[in-house]
């Protein structure tokens, strides 16, 4: 491996597992995210501004306002620039996601017309459910009706169809706006694209457009692609309900085949864990003197596997790399999306197998299997196989898992909420009225190397719940809130006495796992179920949104659509807009004007915590309760 940094006297006060396994890296000469962040430090200024721009070849160039090179050679100012970097970077995110659903979309299609197996319907009430919510025939054969809701879904993706089959889930009065202001999303691939085309040169040259645009390509995936994820993923591989697992490093065993599955789809892990079960290669696990073999989870292909199966996962986005550092993982099975490049080199200072399954998903010196419907069971065995003959070559010396696992709830879909509280929205309602639950903030998504891991995601949750806010956590932030013990009731001691109280009537904890990051949907689905019950719009739901340690395009989307769907969002980092007064000040204020929320961006995750509780006391106030 390449020399390596020090490590920055941050990255040195990580406490726990994180820190003795950064050590371990380094006696070991393995490089990692902190120490690549070290060199690339200090990062470019133009770009960390949005002031940067190489999309076209009179360029590239580099905008410096009040100064002779304010423009750039087309003539786009600092506000142009910064309108459509930003609006790539978000059709970015929204693409991701979006096309994540687009595979949900296409194996159940598979699975009606007959041409896969391996997969099939494990919630049919929910598909049927959804047929006629989207108007179709929903009773008959349950393999025409998932034809029929794949195919409507297929429509979403194009521009000839009725309109998004997700979007009368919302109030009357945000979809007026959304008319009104010209952001309704016409189409799940339209939007993304028609944005790559407005922002080529000398196409949309309105800053103030092409941030409207954004916010429809933002739409676009929270209420079409990544619903639909969502949505299709429970149809096949069932509506998560609450159940008990462990997360952290500790859920590696010494003694079994570890097998980590990595990035964002059900699709393939899934058929991972069914092979993983196969009493064939239990047996050869056997033979190759392992006791089993362990599946666990990475980032948000983990947070699926959690949810559903109750399959444990072994960390976040920047624990990714530090997995393989353990010397206990014998392969990683990737799919799409945050899956460091790195990985591959790491693996190969052990003896871990980094396998890629995606078509999509191409990394150099990887294990190569393209998974598809049709051959998904017979190649997860030969994975699940090369992991096997992995665990011969281990190196018992080398293994270091510094950490016992810690007890997590998880499975907390609308569904199971809704249900358990007798199928209607209304006790949640009332809980809120009686101040037990006086609002609720979604905490979402990544780690970033700039920030100390996992300190912001706890920090701020600790702030809220403390405050009788509930916090509803989706993707990377998860596992945080697991090691800080925030997902299990016993959590509801952290939280103020209201929450707490209950808490611990209904045996939840005061911090409830939703999913993934697409299952971000979940949660704008229940806003607008509680908008519409109390016959209002969502600005006006004490409710706001936060990604504390955010980093990629898909959280700059997730954070866009939830902000145009009056959702207030907090960002631990700004986006790269600060080049731009006129961009910056429509994210942090005008939006609210425009959509009734808008962007709040603090580092400091105690500040943060008292900014959402003063806005959740407004927004209480202004329904009549008490703040
Ligand atoms: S995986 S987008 S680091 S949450 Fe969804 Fe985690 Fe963020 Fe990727």
């Known amino acids: 491996m390449s020399e390596f940094t020090k490590p920055s006297a941050e990255c040195s006060m990580w406490p726990g597992e994180t820190g003795r396994l950064i050590d371990k890296a380094r006696s070991e000469g393995v490089e990692l995210a902190w120490d690549r962040l070290a060199r690339q430090t200090p990062q470019c200024n133009f770009c960390e501004m949005g002031l940067s721009c190489a999309k076209c070849v009179m360029g590239p160039c580099r905008i410096i306002p009040g100064l002779d090179r304010d423009k750039g050679v087309c003539g786009a100012d600092a506000d142009l620039t910064v309108a459509r970097n930003f609006g790539r970077f978000v059709a970015g995110g929204s693409a991701a996601h979006s096309d994540h659903g687009r595979d949900l979309v296409e194996v159940l299609h598979e699975i009606g017309t007959g041409k896969t197996e391996a997969y099939g319907i494990r919630d049919e009430e929910k598909l049927r459910r959804l047929a006629a919510e989207f108007g179709l025939k929903s009773d008959g054969d349950a393999r025409q009706v998932a034809k029929d809701v794949a195919e409507r879904l297929f429509q979403d993706y194009g521009t000839f169809g009725p309109g998004l089959a997700f979007l009368p889930r919302l109030p009357k009065a945000r979809l007026e706006l959304w008319e009104k202001l010209e952001i309704t999303p016409r189409g799940i691939d339209r939007e993304p694209v028609e944005m790559l085309h407005r922002t080529h040169m000398g196409v949309d040259c309105d800053p103030v457009s092409l941030c409207l645009h954004s916010a429809r390509v933002a739409l676009s995936d929270g209420w079409g692609g990544s619903m639909a994820g969502t949505e299709i993923s429970d149809v096949i591989f069932g509506t998560p309900s609450p159940c008990k697992t462990k997360v952290n490093l500790g859920v590696l065993k010494e003694d079994k085949v570890n097998i980590l599955v990595h990035g964002h789809s059900p699709v393939v892990s899934e058929m991972i864990l069914l092979a993983a079960a196969d009493p064939e290669i239990l047996a050869e696990a056997k033979n190759a003197g392992a006791a089993g073999i362990n599946i666990a989870g990475l980032c948000c292909t983990g947070n699926e596997l959690l949810m559903r199966r109750g399959v444990p996962l072994a960390g976040n986005h920047m624990m990714t790399e530090l997995t393989i550092v353990t010397g206990a993982v014998e392969a990683i099975v990737a799919d799409y999306q945050c899956i460091m490049p790195s990985l591959v080199n790491i693996s190969q200072c052990y003896h871990t197998k980094f396998v890629t399954t ?68 209304g006790p949640l309602i009332e809980a809120i009225k009686a101040g037990a639950v006086r609002g609720a903030v979604g905490i979402v998504g990544c780690n970033n190397p700039k920030l100390k891991q996992d300190h912001h995601h706890v920090t701020l949750a600790r702030e809220l719940v403390k405050k009788d806010i509930l916090v509803l956590v989706t993707g990377c932030a998860t596992s945080a809130m697991g090691k800080a013990g925030l997902l299990v009731p016993e959590g509801a001691d952290q939280a103020g006495e209201k929450l707490a109280g209950l808490c611990r009537t209904l045996g939840i904890p005061p911090v409830l796992h939703v ?66 007064p006129l961009v910056t000040n429509l994210a942090v204020s005008g939006l609210n004007d425009v959509v009734g929320a808008c962007f709040l961006v603090e580092p400091d995750p105690v500040k943060a915590g008292g900014l959402l509780d003063d806005l959740i006391s407004r927004k209480r106030l202004a329904l009549g309760l008490s703040a």
């Open 515 to 580: 999913g993934s990051c697409v299952d971000n949907s979940r949660i704008m689905q229940l806003c607008a179920v509680l908008a519409n019950a109390l016959g209002v719009d969502v600005p006006a739901l004490p409710v706001a949104a936060s990604a504390p340690e955010w980093y990629s395009e898909k959280a700059a989307a997730i954070g866009l659509y939830a902000v145009a769907t009056g959702v207030t969002t907090h960002l631990g980092l700004p986006p790269l807009i600060l080049g731009s």
């Open 358 to 425: 995606s078509d999509k998903g191409h990394f150099p010196g990887a294990e190569r299997f393209h998974f598809t419907p049709g051959n998904a069971l017979d190649l997860a065995k030969k994975v699940v196989r090369l992991a096997v003959e992995a665990f011969k070559k281990r190196d018992p010396a080398r293994v270091l898992i510094p950490v016992e696992p810690v007890e997590v709830m998880s499975g907390f879909s609308n569904e199971a909420v809704l249900g358990a509280l007798g199928g209607t929205p």
